[in-house]
């Protein structure tokens, strides 16, 4: 592997994800919507940095369709784990509950879909082999509250959209696997947190504490090595042993 893109690689998750192929001497584009990128990544060679919305689909084919039709520098790996956790009452009026699910949608799966699709084609045009990792969640697996219904079902049609690339594109060289985390300390995590408490979060947990972000990076450095093609499709539950399957 020589070059990855990250989506969300300014904080959390994609962030972690960064410093380990970054230290690993592997070259990082990465993505970010609001937040800077921490200064060591803009300082370095290795790294380069895109500001985009994910949300807005004219400027993610302005901004993001360029990488994958580089000539002589594709991206080996794609790592499509930008996302955001919404909440949206049931009782909400259909305005408010629909703008959640589209927004939700739009970032956590569209994008998601279609960076996909460009790096498939972009592969096959060009006769190399790819490695697609996409970040859902466990909430993919066993839902979540009603308030994150889209939450759920975006995570849910990520894992089922990377098991239909695995089934059709991995005898052309692109194999995809899902990563599902449970609680990871990270901002997202943070109102849970604040609102439930340490104890609550790891009740059901193996563990007494949340999960650190450099275990999901460890994961997907792995994963994104090429060292384990025939899990093609399936998906790795980091999770702190709240469920184990
Ligand atoms: P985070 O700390 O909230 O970071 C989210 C990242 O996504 C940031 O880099 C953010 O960019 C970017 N992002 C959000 N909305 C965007 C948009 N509209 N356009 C472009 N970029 C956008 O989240 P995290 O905890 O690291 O989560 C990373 C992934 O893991 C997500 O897909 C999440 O669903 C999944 N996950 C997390 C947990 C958890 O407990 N933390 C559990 C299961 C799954 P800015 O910094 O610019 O805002």
């Known amino acids: 592997m020589k070059h990855a893109v990250v989506t969300g690689a300014s904080r959390g998750i994609g962030k972690s994800i960064t410093e380990k192929l970054l230290k690993e001497n592997i070259r990082v584009t990465g993505t970010r919507r609001s937040s800077e990128f921490p200064a060591e990544f803009q300082m370095s060679e290795l790294f380069s940095g895109i500001q985009v ?3 807005d689909f004219n400027k993610i084919e302005e901004k993001l369709y360029p990488i994958f039709n580089l000539e002589n520098d594709l991206p080996d790996v794609l790592i499509n784990n930008a996302g955001i956790f919404k909440d949206a009452d049931f009782s909400a009026s259909d305005d408010d509950w629909l703008k959640v699910w589209d927004q939700t949608m739009n970032v956590n799966l569209r994008s998601a879909a279609l960076l996909s699709k460009w790096f498939i084609n972009a592969h096959i045009n060009n006769g190399s082999e790819g490695i697609i990792i996409n970040i859902a969640s466990r909430a993919a697996y066993r839902g979540d509250t009603q308030e994150y219904a889209a939450y759920a ?3 849910g049609g990520m894992a089922a959209f990377t098991k239909s690339v695995a ?10 696997y899902t990563v599902a985390p449970g609680f990871i300390e990270t901002d ?3 109102e849970s947190v604040e609102i439930l408490g340490k ?5 059901g947990s193996a563990f007494d504490e949340i999960t ?5 990076a460890n994961l997907v450095f792995f994963l994104a090595g090429g060292e384990v ?3 093609t499709g399936s998906t790795f539950h980091i ?3 709240s469920y184990m399957v």
Do not use: C, Y
């Open 53 to 55: 919305d994910l949300n």
């Open 153 to 155: 079902a975006s995570k």
């Open 167 to 176: 089934r059709d594109f991995s005898k052309k060289g692109i194999v995809a």
């Open 188 to 190: 997202m995590a943070k």
């Open 199 to 203: 104890e609550a979060l790891t009740r």
């Open 212 to 216: 650190q972000p450099i275990e999901v």
């Open 229 to 231: 093609k025939h899990m």
């Open 239 to 241: 999770n702190g042993g």
